[in-house]
């Protein structure tokens, strides 16, 4: 299992100005964290509740239908390319930079046991599509487009260009190079995928994009990789086990969203940091900044009361920021929590050579990599302790399937009970809504006359 380790945030270590005293708010806490566990369990069948993401790791059957698939057409395909953008994309980047090899577009088919390459295409940039288009060849390529409701303007557009190239290039046949991932029953993909008679999985209900990792959504390009879901699920449903229970001192997830909340609410740090000491881990950090930002920053609360809250996510990697980041983290605003991820065994050691034992770097002659990143995770620790910098730390046994469906699905939960504490809806996001209207509205799409005019005249006046 993963641990979290929270002695840094505890006056006790960092003082009474900047720390907490953990044990008196998890008493203190205690009750409330325990009724809000034990309603997002009861209402996580419900319909309506967005909530059914807490059941996603016992559905075998969308894990048996992908596997089915994956395994029929394995050999056919040298590319995989998922169209999607959002809650579409950044979780699947994040679980095949974690759980692919390193480097894997780039590796030999013998050396990528006959997998094919994955790409994301997750931007509408001209440049980056075009680009995409030069390097791999759409006759060899399965192509997942991923939208719930199939009016995902960015997805659509890609959609659109593709399908016309595999027509061009493939005939009739393109059918069977595209596969759709959307609303079951409705919406405007689910309609073309219908007649089109393209393969389709499902995006269920009552989940949200950012939420949508363990679904058909990330579940059918891992598949379609050789990633192990059935692992992923099985470390999902441990996790779940452990975070039923209702006790804040062995709950992972309440502890981290407590204190979170705390820490922005009552010490103004109201940034939150998720460093990762691990390169396959960096996406991570993506994936956990529209989940944080996405689900916690709201302008009302559950009553309607204007709050205009939320602690703000911030990407860093170790020991990469340290060069970069540390230094506004050291000696810049105390407005911080530091997440570190730790890595506790990698899956490769490397030695450094006895080279230049005559010189100022021979120190490091005998050392292992695998010594100097844990190292430089634990002096940047200790440094910001000095500081009296807030800092937890999540640590893996591994990088492997079943530890990595662990981090992410605590996470998840975690940020449901932070949006509990907040008194908000997490599973909404008005903010975002307002800017596809804004575009529906200036690309032409019928309907949106009047905003279109509204906005051309705000527009004239910047």
């Known amino acids: 299992m993963i641990t979290l380790n929270y002695k840094n945030v505890d006056e006790k270590v960092i003082g009474k100005e900047h720390g907490l005293n953990i044990e008196k708010e998890f008493s203190t806490y205690k009750d409330i964290i325990e009724k809000i566990i034990k309603d997002l369990n009861q209402r996580k069948d419900k319909k309506g509740q967005w909530l059914q993401w807490m059941n996603l790791g016992y559905n075998e059957e969308t894990v048996w239908y992908v596997k089915e698939f ?15 953008i959002g809650g579409s994309a950044l979780g699947g980047i994040a679980v095949t930079e974690a759980l692919l090899k390193p480097y894997w577009n780039l590796l030999t088919p013998e050396q990528r046991n006959g997998m094919p390459r994955i790409f994301f295409l997750d931007n509408i940039d001209p440049d ?18 991923i939208t719930k409701s199939g009016s995902t303007a960015e997805t659509m557009s890609q959609y659109m260009i593709i399908k016309d190239l595999m027509e061009q290039q493939l005939g009739d046949s393109y059918r069977k190079n595209i596969v759709a991932t959307t609303d079951q029953q409705t919406g405007i993909l689910r309609q073309l995928a219908n007649q089109e008679g393209y393969k389709t999985f499902v995006v269920p209900d009552d989940v949200g994009g950012r939420f949508s990792v363990f679904s058909a959504v ?42 979170h909340y705390l820490m922005d609410t009552k ?11 691990s390169s396959r881990l960096k996406y991570i950090s993506d994936w956990y900044v ?28 170790g020991a990469t920021d340290q060069h970069s980041q540390i230094q506004l983290y050291n000696e810049g605003p105390n407005d911080k929590v530091i997440n570190f991820i730790r890595v506790a065994e990698f899956d ?6 006895h080279i230049f034992d005559y010189t100022g770097i021979g120190y490091l002659g005998g050392k292992t990599i695998n010594q100097l990143i844990n190292a430089e995770a634990d002096s940047t620790r200790v440094a910001l302790l000095d500081y009296k910098r807030p800092t937890v730390t999540i640590t893996l046994p591994r990088v492997n399937a079943f530890s990595v469906a662990q981090l992410l699905y605590m996470l998840e939960v975690q940020t449901a009970i932070a949006g509990e504490l ?21 690309m032409g799409r019928a309907g949106y006359e009047e905003s279109a005019k509204a906005l051309t005249e705000k527009m004239t006046k910047q």
């Open 128 to 145: 980056q599509i075009s680009g995409l288009l030069e390097v791999i060849d759409l006759k060899r390529t399965l192509v997942n487009v």
């Open 70 to 84: 994956a395994a029929m057409v394995k050999g056919q395909f040298d590319n995989i390319l998922v169209l999607g």
């Open 218 to 259: 990330g579940l059918l390009p891992f598949a379609l990789v050789g990633i192990d879901i059935e692992d992923m699920m099985n470390g999902v449903k441990d996790m779940d086990l452990a975070l039923k229970n209702t006790d804040i001192h062995n709950n992972i997830a309440a502890q981290n969203a407590l204190i």
């Open 422 to 442: 907040y008194n908000i809806n997490t599973f909404n996001q008005p903010g975002v809504e307002q800017a596809k209207n804004y575009t529906y509205a200036l």
């Open 348 to 353: 490769k050691t490397v030695e450094i050579p």
């Open 267 to 277: 010490k103004g740090k109201n940034l939150s940091v998720m460093m990762p000491y």
């Open 290 to 317: 529209q989940l944080w930002a996405e689900s916690l920053g709201k302008e009302e609360d559950s009553n309607g009361n204007k709050v205009n809250c939320g602690p703000t996510p911030i990407k860093a990697l």
